[in-house]
């Protein structure tokens, strides 16, 4: 198997967090590439141009001219350390998120928390006097806003997590989250105050999602039905088959049979509970549907 072909299979069986790293990696890398090239090509500002076309603009006339932006703004970065430190905060915090959620909620907190930001952006620049001589050309790139949803939802529903932070030690991670916060957000908020305003937004939107989580609503339900329905025009229908069914030889060897499948079917039951339908493979998405007809 080559390496794009493991690579690919990596991420169709990869958990959600690691599709969000891979595709946050990719865009990086693809637009890295351009950016070479085209330096090569003496074309110094159309790398540049490139990556305007993927950031969220402050300017409102600009914004509906590029509608696509709060959502890719999310997945772009400009440098190495700009995506390294974005993906280590995503995985360290998405590992434990998704000790307490099922994936779906992850991806539904990461793009969602990313919008919140992107408003809390656009917001900011148009509202406050200071930033209007810099509207028309302000843009904002990075998943902070994402992430920072994440990390701050997962500290609000597991506050006393313990986690072990280099050269210090065992620390609840309610005091990471909450220290990552005040350097990233609040402290000199004059320097890259786009990023802040984001990063208020995504924290904004992680606090609420475990909110209203605890009181019986979650805030990424309608999202992840959106995402259902635009999955689900592309996915191919299953092919119709013929299935015939032979009875074992004796009932000892029927009996057995029936509490293997039985045990097979509570297993795909359990995992669709756990991450839905499209977290199966083909091989028990086969079982599913053959047993399903065989019992009617």
Request: glycine letters at 8%.
């Amino acid at each position: 198997m080559s390496i794009w072909e493991e690579i690919k299979e990596s991420f169709r069986r990869g958990s959600a967090l690691t599709r969000l790293i891979y595709i946050n990696i990719g865009v990086w890398l693809v637009l890295t590439l351009i950016g070479i090239i085209l330096y090569l090509g003496g074309d110094m500002l159309a790398f540049q141009r490139v990556t305007r076309w993927l950031a969220v603009p402050a300017s409102l006339p600009a914004l509906l001219t590029h509608p696509w932006t709060p959502f890719t703004y999310m997945f772009t970065h400009q440098g190495f350390f700009h995506i390294l430190f974005n993906l280590l905060w995503l995985y360290w915090f998405g590992i434990i998120f998704l000790q307490y959620f099922d994936p779906r909620k992850l991806v539904g907190v990461y793009v969602l928390g990313g919008l919140t930001g992107a408003l809390f952006y656009v917001a900011g620049y148009n509202l406050f006097p200071v930033f209007h001589p810099y509207l028309p050309v302000s843009v904002m790139v990075g998943a902070s806003a994402a992430v920072m949803a994440v990390v701050i939802a997962t500290a609000v529903y597991v506050p006393d997590y313990t986690v072990y932070v280099f050269l210090i030690g065992p620390v609840k991670i309610k005091y990471v989250a909450l220290v990552s916060f005040i350097l990233t957000t609040l402290a000199d908020f004059s320097t890259n105050s786009g990023g802040k305003f984001a990063h208020l937004g995504g924290a904004l939107f992680g606090y609420l999602f475990v909110v209203r989580y605890r009181r019986g609503r979650d805030l990424t339900r309608s999202f992840n039905k959106m995402l259902d329905t635009v999955a689900g025009w592309f996915r191919r229908r299953p092919k119709k088959v013929r299935v015939t069914y032979r009875r074992p030889a004796d009932d000892i060897e029927y009996n057995r049979q029936k509490i293997h499948e039985q045990k097979e079917i509570d297993r795909i039951l359990d995992k669709i509970s756990k991450g839905g339908y499209d977290s199966l493979t083909k091989k028990e998405k086969e079982i599913l549907f053959r047993m399903s007809n065989k019992k009617h």
